[in-house]
């Protein structure tokens, strides 16, 4: 029902036609329509105004039909990600955006489209409606590791560092033993930014006792450890591994 509610809505915006998503998006689109193409919407040019379109003179039909035979392959999330990453190569963010919207209204548990979302909104400047975006992924997800991961690494990007701690810590709670090596430096190197040296201090310890043998950790152990010895005028080194 959600996804009937919003979704005429938001193909409208992306100039995409309405039968391609009536069939269950996890499947694939519905048959080839065999009506003509909706008309450009105000001030968007020809050439999107429906999914293959090309101008004249660049093999739109034979385009067209090559892109109907994959779309008989893939879901209509597939199909949405390949059009964002298409928008995106061209400098359309705002169209990718708004791609990256429709995918998770189709599917709420893709939790890389928050991520990919949230950061180009920040890239355009718009930085209250990517932590929306990220917000809106981690209520659909709250048991999620990954989407909590996601949200740590915006929150880093946006220098939230007591926020991306947490996120990290999260994430790495909800992962149990199986935390990935990778994930503890990260939530180690936001908790340092945080100024929460203690608990950067702990992540490292314990990391060189389960990867004894790995340098990094082993250099960034003793780096925090420098910083702890230093005092409060010690600084947080920001381009550590």
Excluded at 26 to 55: D, L, Q, R
Excluded at 57 to 82: I, T
Aim: glycine share 8%; with cysteine; charged share 20%.
């Amino acid at each position: 029902m959600r996804t009937q509610l919003h979704l005429p809505l938001l193909l409208a915006a992306l100039a995409i036609p309405l039968h391609m998503a009536q069939a269950d998006p996890k499947v694939g689109p519905a048959a080839k329509a065999t009506s003509a193409p909706p008309a450009p919407a105000a001030g968007e040019p020809a050439s999107m105004t429906a999914p293959g379109m090309v101008p004249p003179g660049r093999g739109g039909e034979a385009k067209a039909k090559s892109e109907e035979s994959d779309l008989a392959n893939e879901s209509m999330v597939d199909y949405f990600w390949r059009k964002s990453d298409v928008a995106f190569h061209a400098g359309d963010y705002p169209r990718a955006i708004n791609l990256h919207k429709a995918i998770v209204i189709l599917a709420p548990d893709e939790v890389d489209s928050y991520g990919a979302g949230a950061w180009l909104m920040w890239s355009l400047g718009n930085s209250k409606e990517a932590l929306d975006f990220i917000d809106q992924g981690l209520k659909a997800n709250p048991s999620d590791p990954e989407m909590w991961n996601t949200a740590a690494e915006q929150y880093d990007l946006m220098k939230k560092f007591k926020d991306a701690q947490g996120a990290y810590g999260k994430a790495i709670a909800l992962s149990g033993k199986s935390a990935p090596e990778l994930l503890r430096r990260c939530y180690a190197h936001a908790a340092e930014h945080a100024g929460d040296l203690s608990a950067s201090l702990d992540t490292w310890t314990a990391l060189v006792k389960d990867y004894p043998n790995d340098a990094v950790d082993k250099n960034n152990l003793a780096r925090v450890q420098a910083l702890i010895k230093s005092g409060p005028g010690g600084q947080a080194n920001t381009n550590a591994a």
